[in-house]
């Protein structure tokens, strides 16, 4: 399994992040696609990437959340780490019009300009999107033939934005917002309409704590290793095969971001 985005730059990481590594291999993780927010956060999740080079890759990328605070030569800095060999993707990076941390009209500058690095750079994109779809996909529908492949991370959507996704040639990464049986309902619908060949899984850790994992963790913090909670709902809520999933999921991510990773030992879900 290939947990596409993790948080492990947060800093509810810290104190156990060899802990947490050992546990999602156990669990039969092969790589972990850390995720970049800043120019600060992408380059910790770089090296994190050094320091453990045959499990952990990376994006590089500015978060709407932080599209306020770029300087002026972020573009420079993003170019810089898109070179290295534990980069893969640019993002996460998006519009985020549901808590406007940040102006909208910076989060629309910043994302534009990432999606030209991306374009130029001929990288990937993991993206990010609330409360902004219309806007969102207008941006993005000139470069759909020109970027190497768009992951809409973290979908909520309804199923016409489902549908706009697939036909823009995007990958569906879902999170533990599909086992919240109040909010994931409507996700948990849409399952059956995303094709095999696009779907991904991530958790979204420290993020999105899937609602099915009983009892609680004490800390209430999602891991790497609780990727299999959202793999089995989406088996429940599908006619395929857990084996199915992890085989696909994995195909799909190591196909768009060339990912080394660890052998497949345990698939022991
Ligand atoms: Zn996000």
């Not at 993790?6 to 800093?11: C, E």
């Not at 002026?72 to 980069?87: G, M, P, R, Y």
């Not at 959507?157 to 409507?186: P, S």
């Not at 959202?230 to 060339?258: G, P, W």
Request: proline content about 4%.
């Amino acid at each position: 399994m290939i947990d596409v985005g993790v948080n492990l730059t947060n800093t509810r990481f810290a104190d156990d992040l060899e802990n947490v590594l050992d546990r999602a291999k156990n669990k039969g993780l092969t790589n972990i696609l850390v995720t970049g927010t800043s120019i600060a956060s992408s380059q910790q999740a770089v090296k994190l990437c050094q320091k453990y080079p045959d499990f952990l890759t990376c994006t590089a990328g500015v978060h709407p959340h932080d599209a306020d605070k770029v300087t002026t030569n972020f573009i420079d800095e993003l170019t810089q780490l898109a070179q290295l060999d534990c980069v893969k993707v640019i993002g996460e990076c998006g519009l985020d019009f549901n808590r406007n941390f940040s102006s909208q009209r910076q989060q629309i500058t910043v994302f534009k300009q990432q999606i030209e690095l991306a374009t130029r750079l001929n990288m990937p994109l993991f993206l990010h999107q609330r409360d902004a779809f219309e806007l969102w996909l207008e941006l993005l529908t000139p470069y759909v033939n020109k970027i190497p492949a768009m992951v809409s991370h973290c979908f909520t959507g309804n199923k016409q934005q489902l549908e706009q996704c697939i036909n823009a040639g995007m990958y569906i990464g879902i999170t533990g917002w599909v086992c919240d049986e109040r909010r994931g309902l409507e996700l948990q619908q849409l399952l059956q309409h995303i094709p095999l060949k696009r779907l991904l899984i991530e958790t979204d850790a420290p993020y999105l704590l899937p609602r099915t994992i009983k009892p609680r963790p004490k800390n209430n913090r999602n891991e790497p290793s609780f990727l299999e909670y959202i793999v089995k709902t989406i088996v429940e809520n599908t006619d395929h095969s857990i084996s199915e999933i992890i085989k696909h999921t994995s195909q799909n991510a190591q196909q768009i971001f060339a990912l080394s990773t660890l052998k497949e030992t345990t698939e022991n879900v």
